[in-house]
Every structure is written in C-alpha cells, then in structure tokens.
C-alpha cells in the first residue's frame, strides 16, 4: 500500500491555503497529524481521523472535547488506488463546511493522484540516467540481464544512435550558488531538448555535473547544423555551452561507441573555441586522444625537448604558425606580422635545434605530431 508522504501532504496543504481560509489537517493511516495549516499540531495524534481510518467513511465532529486531539469539524479518508492512505480534515462546524468539504476532498484525491504521477515519472526518470550512465561505461555484467532492464525501461537497444555530449562553462559569478547552476543547467538541457525535438525513443540525461547526454535515434544529416543554431540561440553571458557529436551507431555497443566518439569531439570542441565539433571531422586529433600520455611525452622527450624550453618560445609558435599554413612561407610570415627572410631563419635555427627540417614534408609530420603531442587531454 502507499503511504502518504510529508512532503506531498505538506503540499497539498500549501495549495488549500490559498483556496480556503479554515485550518486544513491532514493525518497519515494511524491517525498522526503530518501536516496543518497549525504547524504546532503537527505530530500529535487525531482520534477523529482514526475512527475516519477505521470505519472508511467522513466523520463529521461538532465538538472540540468530543476526539482526543480534535477540533469541529469534517474528516474525510482519502483514497488512492482503492486504498485508504491518510485522512484530511477541515475545521469549522460541520453544517457549516459541509457543501465544500466534499470539493476539498476530491481537490485533494486528485491532488494527491498527481503527486504520486510526477514521483513516479522522477523515479523512472532517474532509472533511465542511472541505466545510461551503466550503459556509456560499459559498467554490465550480464548482458542478456542489461537488455531486459531496457526493455523494462522502454529503451529499444537495436536501433541506430548518434551521441551528442553537451558541455557548460559557467561565467564565474559572485552571485551564482552551486543550487543556481544546476537549474540553468536543468534549464538549458530542456531547452536543447525542445530546440532538437527530442522523439519519444531519444534519451536525455544529466551526465556530470556540467554535462547532459543525448542519445539520438536516427539522426538526419543535416543534426550537425541544427545543433550549432541551437546552441547559438542559447548562448549567453551567464554561460559558454560546446557540444561533441559521435558517428551514427547501431545497437547497444555502437551507441557507447559513438558516445566515446562525442567525448572526444566536446572536448576539441572546448580545447578550438568551438560551439560544436563532429567526430566525423576530426583529422589528427582523433587519434592523438587516444595515445596514452606516458607515450606522448616520451615522444617529445626524444625528437623535441626545445618544445618545452620556454627561452625558444617564438621558434615554437613560428613552426606551429608556419605548418598551421600548409607550410607557406608567404602565409605564415604574413600571420606572424613578420618577413619572410627572418621566418626562414627561425626555420633553419629549429632545423639546427632539433636536427628535424619542418620544410621536409616527413620532418613536419613528426612536428606536428609532436605539437598536439603537447596539448593535454
């Protein structure tokens, strides 16, 4: 049987105040006041409402020494699902209240029915982020149990998915608690929603607690655009909002596939200053992410330690201008607000430094590599 919360009964009365000026009690199944228009009667024990609980029927009381803990009134059993969960009780003289006492109690049935609607969506809610949460880390252990849980949860695990990430950056804000950023939060993954129109088999969940997730089922090709308008209807001085889109997968493990894919692009997405990065378009980078950063450094170590001389800085950013412009004299001495004769000595000095000529097509590539070597992920 369910039980009528506190907090549900505390609500209910906080709607009736402003409907009715006559105290409201409402009483749980053994007869104990839980929630009053009088805070100091709550706790104590109402023997009308008991004997309501006990006959299942309203029990009218013209006197306030008539039940133990009772004041004249109109007590009424309320009812969800046929069973009988608590009592609300009305003060005044029964012939008085009589005519709407019979509103407030069906007011406060179907009060209560959607109460216990909105709990029970929250929890499947949550079933859903905790399931996709175990399903993004691969965190199964029997996988036939995993896909019965989706099933349970309405999640069709066959179809094809395309992953979004969606990353925030708050502006640091005096003003702005912890409470307050994760309703803008909640506020803008609804938004998103609403702009994307998110179908009835998509899933939307808060992922960290400066992320959400969007499991898409059969995206369009044109979602990429989409998405960038979206965000850049959203964007605002409160908040910077990136997002990293997976390759469209199918089935349960290419929906984690792509996720891994989007986590990858948000982050490029954040590291280039762009609102939305597809994995798709990823050149280099998609494969550097993955190498570990133990062999990353060693790498570095081995062809460029100049890298991390910071007296040969202007060098650096000269060979990392110079190859960002398809190794283009003109271009990059142009970008560097530099003449060309002295981008060729840079060259040649790094050349001299590294024993690596970044002019020489195979010697720029393992600049290059060594460069994004240097971004940390």
Known sequence: MALLSEAIAQQIV??????????????????????SKDTERIGSFHEGALKAIQEGETVPIYSDQSHQGAKAGMNMPILFKGALIGVIGI??????????????????????????????????????ERFVHEWMQRQWTDRRDFMLRAKTLRIDMSTSRQVLLFDLVHVKRKQDSEVTRQERLRSIM????????????DILVMWQSNQFVLLKQNAPAFFPSRVKESLRRLSSNQVEIY????????????????????????????????????????????VVFQIPETVKEDFVERF??????EKQHQLVESVKVF????????????????????????????????????????????????????EKH
């Open 14 to 35: 906080l709607e009736m105040e402003k409907i009715i000026e006559r105290n409201i009690n409402i009483m749980n199944e053994t007869g104990v006041i839980i929630a």
């Open 190 to 201: 609804k938004e998103v929603g609403d702009m994307l129109g998110v179908g009835e088999q």
């Open 243 to 286: 997002c990293g889109l997976g390759r469209q997968h199918h089935g349960m493990d290419g929906t984690v596939k792509s996720f891994e894919e989007a986590q990858q692009a948000v982050f490029f997405a954040r590291q280039k200053q762009q609102s939305v990065v597809v994995f798709q378009e990823l050149g280099i980078e998609s």
């Open 91 to 128: 003060t005044g003289h029964p012939d008085e209240i009589s005519d709407y006492a019979k509103i407030i109690h069906k007011m406060t049935e179907v009060m209560v029915k959607e109460a216990y609607v909105s709990q029970e969506l929250e929890l499947e809610k949550s079933a859903r």
């Open 323 to 374: 190859l960002e412009h398809n190794q283009s004299i003109a271009s990059a001495s142009d970008a560097l607000f530099i003449h060309k004769n002295t981008l060729q000595y840079r060259l040649k000095k790094m050349e001299q430094l590294t024993g690596l000529d970044p002019r020489k097509f195979q010697d720029a590539a393992l600049y290059w590599l060594g460069l994004a070597f240097l």
């Open 304 to 309: 460029f330690p100049v890298f991390h001389d």
